[in-house]
Nanobody, 123 residues
Framework: QVQLVESGGGLVQAGDSLRLSCAASGRTFSNDAMGWFRQAPGKEREFVAA????????RYADSVKGRYTVSRDDAKNTVYLQMSSLKPEDTAVYYC????????????????WGQGTQVIVSS
């Protein structure tokens, strides 16, 4: 059974850093693009960051560029999202997802999704 399990969320203050992890199981994801999306209360799910097969290509939403870094460790079948200089508007449930090859910033490109981890940034 294929699973993506996010962890690392929590309550932090503005300006703090946090690292999210997404552990994949059920098969290897080394040939997949891995993406991060988030959904704030009352808002649609939005793209945050993604990393392509092999880690050579990354993409970021403008709102997180320069503050977030996506990386992957294929030996551990895990993808990470390092978040720094967090802002209250970063508050959301963060989801990781697996898609085909390329880090496309569109939710429909991804075919496996995790259950999400909550990030709350207080001002």
């Amino acid at each position: 059974q294929v699973q993506l399990v996010e962890s690392g969320g929590g309550l932090v203050q503005a300006g703090d850093s946090l690292r999210l992890s997404c552990a994949a199981s059920g098969r290897t994801f080394s040939n997949d693009a891995m993406g991060w999306f988030r959904q704030a209360p009352g808002k649609e799910r939005e793209f945050v960051a993604a990393i392509g097969r092999g880690g050579g290509t990354t993409r970021y939403a403008d709102s997180v560029k320069g503050r977030y870094t996506v990386s992957r460790d294929d030996a551990k079948n895990t993808v990470y999202l390092q978040m720094s200089s967090l802002k209250p508007e970063d508050t959301a449930v963060y989801y990781c997802a697996a898609g085909r090859l390329y880090p496309i910033p569109v939710a429909g490109h991804y075919y496996y999704w995790g259950q999400g981890t909550q990030v709350i940034v207080s001002s």
